[in-house]
């Protein structure tokens, strides 16, 4: 066991690590926040009449005018941004220190905005590519071929 410990350590470095949490992060931002799809990969649906209305006349306080045109979870920027990487020596993700409270909000809304949740963390695409340079780097030591992954994001 304990060197299997060590072994872990060496392939799954905190160095591989802070790289995956970084390479997510901008994954995540990408498919929610630019692209506008949520957790599932749908596309999210059209505001209401009057939130979209001043939303694309770029009428709401400390709005960022780069996204009134657009359906994203972007208003002011603040939630996009407050998406941060972490990484350990045991872990990686993304966790929104200040502004999480909005994803619950989201949700909620109607229509729905789901960036992510407890049955889907990530967009499906996300999770495969984790998975697959998580198992790749893995796969340098026998010892590792049936190991489980588990993903979780943090609010």
């Not at 498919?31 to 596309?43: A, L, N, T």
């Amino acid at each position: 066991l304990n060197q299997r410990v060590r072994t872990l350590e060496k392939m799954l470095s905190k160095s591989f690590m802070t790289k995956m949490a970084l390479k997510t992060r901008k994954e995540y931002v990408e498919h929610i926040f630019e692209k506008g799809r949520d957790v599932y990969d749908k596309p999210f649906k059209p505001y209401s009449t009057v939130y979209g209305k001043a939303k694309r006349a770029n009428k709401i306080k400390r709005q960022s005018s780069g996204y009134a045109q657009r359906v994203t979870p972007v208003l002011t920027g603040d939630l996009k941004n407050d998406a941060k990487p972490f990484s350990t020596a045991t872990s990686f993700g993304i966790k929104f220190a200040a502004h999480g409270g909005k994803i619950d909000v989201m949700e909620k809304m109607n229509p729905k905005r789901v960036l992510t949740h407890d049955n889907q963390p990530l967009p499906e695409d996300m999770i495969d590519s984790i998975v697959k340079d998580v198992d790749k780097e893995m796969s340098k030591d026998k010892l590792f071929k049936n190991e489980t992954i588990k993903i979780k994001m943090k609010k």
